[in-house]
């Protein structure tokens, strides 16, 4: 290919809007253009990438039966208010009506009624397949003889992200390589799991970047679990820990946390009111810092002291589970206290399984002051007097974080601004609350599944996630098998994705340095980047048309910089942007020692050859490169 003819624009200065390093380059080096807010054109460089990993992703997954197929992206609301998602997934689902139903919404305007719009939005933008494909196999699949099956497809999904940002990384169009599989019972699903990991693991070591199966949050879906796919990378946007004494390594959002030893703290006391005053000051520290008496004299510890934080579960989840700890159901408010000791961060995740909860909200600070009574960093766990809290603390569960129990003499917000207790003895004074572990896990807490190694933190950007799904769509859409006696039972379901634009632009984001990409081998757009130096020259130009005929002879991918009035400075400073593996320069000066130089975009390092042995040198280096790649990835 010839890249003068190549739809490129290269740019020296760094976009503006640009936040990470992947859409910084990948706008710089000419491959992809916005169209709107995370919605992106693939030019003729990233789309070559972009198929290449996919056709990865087509090999591996053949190899363990998985069957190709395209759904479509409009999808009928029918489908979603079975699974029941119309309601529960959000606004990340784009919804919309068509023409017969704009139709009626005229016809009614027209009658002078008002209709809500929304009620008539009958379609939407395919975030993920679910419904569709057990709609499809419910038609097409009756006898356990059909199962197991696999299902696949690459195509283009539609989520309205809150914030889209990070170019490819996080767009609200984007490619996805979403699966599904349907099976006899649980053992056949877990099996196919277990299969599906094991073909993650060969797609993302075959392209050659450093990732992590990590255990992942399978929300409050009982008996599922799951695992994410990471490239480690320090733009990340998740955080992860790993044991370095054994092999648990999990996402932070559900990473399990040690139950920590209870420091000393003395005798037991009465839980002292408003025993500390420090007026003004909200922060934990400076509080601590500011909880002076006799017997504290620099104050307090931190680890004695506690916090609080006041969540708000839905009204649906509110009407349905019972509120751990509380009698009877959230009857009046919907609101959760969660107490931690001062050093640990709430873990949202965790309160929010622990609850059965699929949404959980802080509660706003104006409305958590009108219930408490005090302003923020002065609230607590203890109701006080006349207070909205105090009126309905029976229908508020309270959980406190295990590694409070047995805790005693720990501080807490009085309720009263400015003020703290002293003395709080959770078992003993917050009736009915529950222990369990609430907190983030950080890096150096000891591991509690070996018991030995410590957590190491890394940051993750999330490519690929396997999921076992169970019967939560097959029930509810009635997706059933008959097993060889002839009875009716719902098929066992898992799903697998990979996040094919992202993983590309991950990538990147592992390879790079200050002149640009480095391509890993198996998805550069092309793997060998000709430069001729002097194409006016025509000695220049026709050595350099005749390697690039040998080389795509041999099967290599050429882009051939034959632009004329550019001088080898600006060639060689577009080439490092674009990064390709390889750069093969043909001069008149090297031509002259009768030589061309082949330069290795990673190390940098420079052979001369003889223009006949390019293609000889060409292949030894991609060799070389393939065997680098395959000791490097995987890990
Ligand atoms: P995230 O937590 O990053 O929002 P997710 O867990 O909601 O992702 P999944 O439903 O698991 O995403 O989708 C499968 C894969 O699709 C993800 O692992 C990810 O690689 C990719 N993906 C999800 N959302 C986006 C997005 N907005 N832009 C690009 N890729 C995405
Ligand atoms: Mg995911």
């Known amino acids: 290919m010839k890249q003068s003819k190549l739809l490129i624009q290269t740019l020296r200065e760094t976009p503006r809007d640009a936040d990470v390093v992947s859409q910084q380059l990948m706008i710089r080096a000419g491959m992809i253009q916005k169209a709107a807010a995370g919605i992106y054109s693939y030019l003729p460089l990233a789309y070559r990438s972009i198929r290449k990993f996919e056709e990865i992703v087509r090999e591996e997954l053949g190899r363990d039966g998985c069957q190709e197929l395209l759904m479509p992206s409009v999808l009928p609301a029918e489908l979603w208010q079975e ?15 068509d023409r017969k139903a704009k139709a009626e919404i005229a016809e009614r305007r027209a009658r002078g009624e008002t209709p809500d719009e929304r009620s008539f939005y009958n379609f939407c933008l395919g975030p993920t397949h679910e419904e569709v494909i057990t ?21 283009t999904k539609f989520r309205d992200e809150r914030r889209p940002r990070f170019g490819l990384m996080r767009g609200r169009e984007f490619t996805m390589k979403d699966g599904y599989s349907f099976h006899v019972d649980d053992a056949d699903a877990d099996r196919e799991y277990w299969a599906m990991f094991n073909a993650y693991k060969r797609i993302f070591g075959r392209l050659g970047v ?59 006391f009465e839980l002292k009111r408003d025993h500390f005053c420090t007026p003004g000051v909200v922060g934990q520290v400076e509080q601590a810092a500011g909880m002076i008496d006799t017997e504290h004299p620099q104050g307090m510890a931190l680890a004695q002291t506690s916090k609080f934080y006041l969540f708000q579960v839905s009204t649906a989840i509110a009407e349905t589970h019972p ?15 969660v107490v931690l000791r001062g050093d640990h961060e709430v873990n949202p995740v965790k309160v929010k399984n622990l609850l059965g909860a699929n949404a959980l909200d802080m509660v706003e600070i104006n409305e958590a002051e009108a219930f408490t009574g005090a302003k923020s960093g002065f609230m607590g766990p203890i109701p006080g007097e006349g207070t909205r809290f105090a009126n309905v603390r029976a229908s508020v569960a309270i959980l406190v974080d295990q590694s409070l129990k047995g805790a005693v003499n720990l501080t807490c917000g009085a309720n009263r601004t400015d003020y703290h207790h002293f003395g709080l003895d959770p078992e003993r004074d917050l009736k009915g609350c529950i222990f369990a572990d609430l907190r983030m896990a950080q890096e150096g807490d000891t591991c509690p599944r070996c018991g030995k190694g410590r957590y ?20 509810s859409m009635g997706c059933t098998f008959l097993d060889d006696q002839g009875q009716e039972h719902p098929m066992v379901m898992g799903c697998y994705g990979i996040g094919i634009t992202r993983t590309v632009a991950a990538a990147i984001e592992q390879n790079y340095d200050a002149d640009g990409i480095i391509w890993p081998w198996p998805i550069a757009p092309y793997q060998v980047h000709l430069l001729s130096l002097d194409p006016g020259n025509a000695e220049v130009a026709a050595v350099a048309d005749r390697v690039e005929r040998e080389l795509e002879a041999a099967g290599f991918e050429v882009l051939h910089d034959d632009r004329e009035g550019m001088s080898p400075g600006a060639k060689f400073k577009d080439a490092d942007l674009l990064g390709f593996p390889l750069r093969l320069m043909v001069g008149t000066k090297g031509l002259k020692d009768g030589v061309v130089e082949l330069r290795d975009r990673r190390t940098k390092a420079v052979v001369k050859v003889k223009p006949e042995a390019a293609v000889a040198e060409v292949a030894a280096a991609r060799d070389r490169i393939m065997q680098e790649l395959e000791t490097a990835g995987g890990r």
């Open 323 to 337: 509120a751990p700890g509380v009698e009877g159901t959230y009857s009046d408010v919907h609101y959760v206290g």
């Open 456 to 475: 190491q933190a890394f940051r993750g950007i999330e490519v690929g996630q396997v999921f076992k799904l169970g019967t939560k769509y097959s029930k």
């Open 83 to 97: 699974s029941g998602r119309w309601t529960f997934y959000g606004d990340e689902l784009l919804r919309f009506c």
């Open 210 to 268: 450093k990732f992590r199966p990590v255990e992942a949050d399978s929300g409050a879906i009982g008996g599922s679990f799951t695992h994410e796919f990471h490239v480690l990378a320090g733009s990340g946007e998740d955080a992860i820990l790993s044991c370095d004494g054994c092999e648990y390594t999990s996402n932070s959002e559900k990473t399990e946390a040690p139950q920590l030893p209870v420091g000393s703290c003395g005798d037991r």
């Open 135 to 155: 709609d499809i196999v419910r038609k097409n699949v009756r006898s356990y003889k059909q199962l197991p099956m696999n299902l696949f497809q690459i195509q």
